[in-house]
């Protein structure tokens, strides 16, 4: 079973600031297979990458996503106050076909 | 527009069966480039896929839970339905539905999500 771990756990950032979360996975992922969410409380997780790279639609160009094999990286260019959230990185594919890291928690410096 | 429902008893005992209703629309379940999901989520904690079935019946689970799922659908109705059987408190989440889209290879659209407890 590929796991994927999510660093940090946790990052403080204000708004305007970039950010960098970082998804690695435990054996190889293809870059078609590995896709980013953003969860706020009391909602449920909404799509924003797929592909690696691939924004969802109606996701700003602030997001990007980027990586390959074992590393990938979302990043966000400039924060807006709704976008502190967690954020979960998902690969599909392998036995068992679906697995999620175990999130970054992105709040408000 | 594309929607999924989740429904099913808000409280249940341990040892009992669960059984979780996801009605979609705006989509058929005979869909071949869709399937649907099942994730859980205990409060506080992350993101864990349960199981998923295709318009060709394919269906896979959870390696950890396998033995105590089973995932099916009703394509006239439109459709899935999840039974966890053995019920645990630890088995207490917020149990989602979502879709896969296949051209995608990611959840692209979410149920709201049902919250579960289990207690006696």
């Known amino acids: 079973e590929i796991v994927l771990t999510q660093s940090p756990g946790t990052l403080s950032l204000s708004p305007g600031e970039r950010a960098t979360l970082s998804c690695r996975a435990s054996?190889?992922?293809?870059?078609?297979?590995l896709a980013w969410y953003q969860q706020k409380p009391g909602q449920a997780p909404r799509l924003l990458i797929y592909g690696a790279s691939s924004r969802a639609t109606g996701i700003p160009d602030r997001f990007s996503g980027s990586g390959s094999g074992t590393d990938f990286t979302l990043t966000i260019s400039r924060l807006e106050p709704e976008d502190f959230a967690v954020y979960y990185c998902q690969q599909y594919g392998s036995s068992p076909p679906n697995t999620f890291g175990q999130g970054t928690k992105l709040e408000i410096k | 527009q594309v929607t999924l429902k989740e429904s099913g008893p808000v409280l249940v005992k341990p040892t009992e069966t669960l059984t979780l209703t996801c009605t979609v629309s705006?989509?058929?379940?005979?869909?071949?480039?869709?399937?649907v999901s099942w994730i859980r989520q205990p409060p506080g904690k992350a993101l864990e896929w349960l199981a998923h079935?295709?318009?060709?019946?394919?269906?896979s689970y959870s390696t950890s839970l396998k033995s105590r799922l089973t995932i099916s659908k009703d394509t006239s109705k439109s459709q899935v339905v999840l039974t966890m059987t053995n019920m645990d408190p630890v088995d207490t989440a917020t149990y989602y539905c979502?879709?896969?889209?296949?051209?995608?290879?990611?959840?692209?659209?979410w149920g709201q999500g049902t919250m579960v407890t289990v207690s006696s």
């Open positions: 979502a879709r896969i889209n296949l051209l995608a290879h990611a959840f692209d659209i």
């Open positions: 079935i295709f318009s060709n019946d394919e269906k």
């Open positions: 705006g989509f058929s379940l005979s869909n071949a480039r869709m399937g």
């Open positions: 054996q190889s992922v293809s870059s078609s297979y």
